[in-house]
């Protein structure tokens, strides 16, 4: 089966740590995509990436870091420099710009402890 | 403004028709999109219209898009229990997705 894969579902961070959230897709999309999610929020963009070794940043890039040294997997890295990082994270992939239709993961819920 | 606009809540009895709203910001976006979230779950697309299009349906989906407007609708008919979740608006740009904060909807027996 194709899809979009994130891991783990829940995670747990002390302040102080980072932490990096696993996205890895099998649908040969070039485009790959993190969001953050707050409660009565919209999806806010912190990454993209729109194919290998390349990446930009997104509206909240900061506290956050990225790397996309494969087609496949494009993991986030929440970094300590990241105040306020309890949230639900979603990870999406796409064929390509100009955007078209974009598949989720199933969310990582990260908590600071 | 830069933001795509939904109202946050919508309730509905059971086997009425749903209708969520939403405007966009970007007149050159090529696609818009409706999406579903259930509970701690992904985002899951439910249809999308092409910018040259006023009208779609899909069995008892139907997306109105008035560009001159920026105003995009979906309609749910014969509204059912599970169709109770977040729905969230996007408009597709040439780089990246805008996302509106998602529309609740709860479903009445």
Redesign the interface.
Known sequence: DGGIT?SPKYLFRKEGQNVTLSCEQNLNHDAM?W?RQDP????R?IY?S?IVNDF?K?DIAEGYSVSREKKESFPLTVTSAQKNPTAFY?C?SSAG???????????T?LTVV | GEDVEQSLFLSVREGDSSVINCTYTDSSSTYLYWYKQEPGAGLQLLTYIFSNMDMKQDQRLTVLLNKKDKHLSLRIADTQTGDSAIYFCAEGRSDDMRFGAGTRLTVKP
Request: hydrophobic share 30%; proline share 4%; glycine share 20%.
């Open positions: 994130q995509y969001y009565g929020q919209g999806l963009l993209y729109q930009q997104g979603l999406a710009a100009p955007y078209t239709e974009a598949f989720f993961g199933q969310g819920r």
